[in-house]
């Protein structure tokens, strides 16, 4: 299956599941995610988001919906998808859509993020997903060619607060442009309604990754609440 940008329009008003785990914990397996990523799909989830180029394998080998894939090189800076190189790679591994850094921020291998897009439409089959941390960003990104542009980094690149739950005023703000690609609401969506109020805000999808995927987060959640 091939994604095409008028193929995304099946993602309108939907739920993407991001499927992932942190290393050093008992899930960190890409046969894991990719039966994660099975059983989200039963509970509804129109497409799968996950990191690493195995479990982008075992994700599409396990799911019949479309795989947005990532590589996280590093912890800080520029790391989700950083370089061309990654990018070409995650494609390769078989991502209908590659998350990359949308950022405004200088990548490690010195590209701009018009030529990673333009690298990855002309060297694979795959659609991009930029990951912004602002207004600024999305803009950028939009100009840069990204087929779909992601709230996935406001508040953790130092020019929005982070907001406890949904950025929804940027969500709002990003959709007030009208910048004709697809905004996917990502980042501390934690709850059903809050799911709802980032499509109300302007989202065409919305991707919720912790309050499914990660049982050690849910978990600790549950105890705080309880021993407040």
Not at 77 to 90: E, K, M, S, Y
């Amino acid at each position: 299956m091939i994604l095409t940008p008028e193929g995304l329009e099946a993602l309108r008003s939907q739920l993407i599941v991001s499927c992932q785990a942190y290393p050093g914990e008992p899930m960190r397996d890409p046969r894991t995610t990719g039966q994660v990523a099975a059983s989200a799909v039963i509970g509804g989830a129109a497409a799968i988001r996950v990191q690493g180029l195995a479990d982008v394998q075992f994700t599409r080998a396990a799911v019949e919906v479309p795989v947005i894939g990532l590589w996280k090189d590093g912890h800080e800076g520029v790391f989700i998808t950083p370089t061309l190189r990654h990018a070409l790679a995650v494609a390769n591994a078989g991502a209908h859509v590659v998350a990359v850094d949308g950022t405004r921020r200088a990548r490690p291998d010195g590209l701009s993020l018009a030529a990673t897009i333009a690298g990855v439409h002309r060297d694979s089959h795959a659609l991009v997903m930029a990951d912004c941390g602002s207004f600024e960003d999305a803009c950028s990104a939009a100009e840069a060619g990204a087929d779909l542009i992601g709230t996935t980094l406001a508040g953790y690149t130092g020019e929005r607060p982070k907001t406890d739950g949904p950025d929804l005023d940027l969500l709002e703000q990003i959709a007030a442009a009208e910048l004709g690609r697809p905004l996917i609401a990502e980042g501390r969506i934690h709850t059903p309604v809050q799911a709802r109020q980032a499509l109300d805000a302007g989202a065409f999808a919305v991707v919720v990754g912790t309050a499914i995927t990660h049982p050690a987060s849910i978990t600790g959640w549950f105890k705080g609440a309880m021993h407040a």
